[in-house]
Nanobody, 125 residues
Framework: QVQLVESGGGLVQAGGSLRLSCAAS????????MAWLRQAPGKEREFVAA????????YYADSVKGRSAISRDTARNTAYLQMNSLKPEDTAVYYC??????????????????WGHGTQVTVSS
């Protein structure tokens, strides 16, 4: 069974940093592009960042660009999202997703084959 497990969320003050991790089963990770999405209470799901398996290219939502970095460690089957200069509006449940790269990944209706259960990030002002 394919599994994605997020960790690293928590409570942090505005201006602080967090590094989220997504541990994936080997078969999934090595054949998949990876993405991070988030959903705040009462809001729709939002694309945050993605990294393409084939090209290594990274993509970011405007809301996090310049403050975040997505990466992957193939040896550890883990993807990461480093977030700096956190703001209260970054508060959300953050989800890791994986699958073959699709052109709609950067849109709110992106399609992903696999999902994690999410990790809560709370940024206090």
């Amino acid at each position: 069974q394919v599994q994605l497990v997020e960790s690293g969320g928590g409570l942090v003050q505005a201006g602080g940093s967090l590094r989220l991790s997504c541990a994936a089963s080997g078969r999934t990770f090595r054949s998949s592009s990876m993405a991070w999405l988030r959903q705040a209470p009462g809001k729709e799901r939002e694309f945050v960042a993605a990294i393409s398996l084939n090209t290594g290219a990274t993509y970011y939502a405007d809301s996090v660009k310049g403050r975040s970095a997505i990466s992957r460690d193939t040896a550890r089957n883990t993807a990461y999202l480093q977030m700096n200069s956190l703001k209260p509006e970054d508060t959300a449940v953050y989800y890791c997703a994986a699958g073959p790269w699709r052109s709609n990944w950067l849109s709110p209706t992106g399609e992903y084959d696999y999902w994690g259960h999410g990790t809560q990030v709370t940024v206090s002002s």
